[in-house]
């Protein structure tokens, strides 16, 4: 798969939102698929049958799908290099971290084998991309996990974030400002009943943030985080 067609780049980034449905634990259902990727279901529909058929994914209970070995080489290969380009924009060319998801998910399915492997050595093979995510191996086994969201802390835990799990680029402006970044720490200071905000005490101070911002953000004991 070249990647130089607008199909099969189609095909690289259904395979990539598969791979990260399934490691969200949720089950890759055609409906989160159609939700995650802002697609028609039915469209989802025809192009599972087509994957199916390529020997990509494979249909497993309820209606969900999985993905093959085949299918697996083709999703990390594009995380790998998605992540790997967004290291370059940020660390190389010194662009903010808001401004190079929509670039690397161009850069993803133009670099070459040879490229990746130059990109690697110039940034002293990074295991995280900007935001914190892993970079998956290139042997196709899962990375080790990190992090809790940190809409599950208890109130008191001195945490630091390892990562931020949404890209969109208002959302980390956001973080940003607020100095909620991995490498940050904080403690829990309260939980809002019925789902209401929490206060917390970072770098930049005391504040509430929502719960829906605090699912957002990947987060893990002071001591534990490296």
């Given amino acids: 798969m070249s990647g130089h067609s607008h199909?099969?780049?189609s095909v690289e980034e259904y395979l990539e939102a598969v791979y990260r449905l399934e490691r969200e634990g949720d089950g890759v259902s055609t409906g989160a698929l159609a939700s995650s990727l802002g697609v028609a279901p039915a469209?989802?529909?025809g192009m599972l049958k087509k994957l199916a058929k390529d020997g990509l994914v494979e249909p497993i209970a309820r209606g969900t799908v999985k993905l093959?070995?085949?299918g697996l080489a083709v999703a990390v290969r594009v995380i790998r290099r998605h992540r790997i380009a967004e290291c370059f924009l940020v660390d190389v060319l010194?662009?903010?971290w808001d401004e190079v998801h929509a670039d690397a998910c161009m850069l993803e399915h133009a670099i070459s084998a040879e490229v990746e492997e130059h990109l690697q050595r110039?940034?002293?093979?990074?295991?995280?991309?900007?935001?914190?995510?892993p970079i998956p191996p290139s042997d196709l086994s899962d990375p080790i996990p990190r992090g809790e969201p940190l809409a599950r802390a208890e109130t008191g835990?001195?945490?630091?974030?390892?990562g931020v799990t949404e890209e969109v680029p208002e959302i980390l402006r956001y973080l940003a400002e607020l100095e909620l970044k991995p490498g940050r720490r904080l403690r829990v200071?309260?939980?809002a009943p019925l789902g209401g905000p929490l206060t917390i005490s970072g770098e930049s101070g005391e504040r509430a943030i929502s719960l829906e911002l605090a699912r957002m953000l990947l987060v893990?004991?002071?001591g534990a985080a490296g």
């Avoid at 940034?123 to 935001?131: A, D, E, I, Q, V």
């Avoid at 835990?157 to 390892?162: C, E, G, K, S, T």
């Fill in 43 to 45: 469209s989802v529909s």
């Fill in 122 to 133: 110039l940034l002293k093979n990074p295991m995280r991309c900007p935001h914190g995510m």
């Fill in 157 to 162: 835990a001195d945490l630091a974030i390892v």
């Fill in 220 to 222: 893990e004991p002071v």
């Fill in 7 to 9: 199909f099969a780049e």
């Fill in 68 to 70: 093959t070995r085949d």
């Fill in 189 to 191: 200071l309260a939980r």
């Fill in 94 to 96: 010194g662009m903010a």
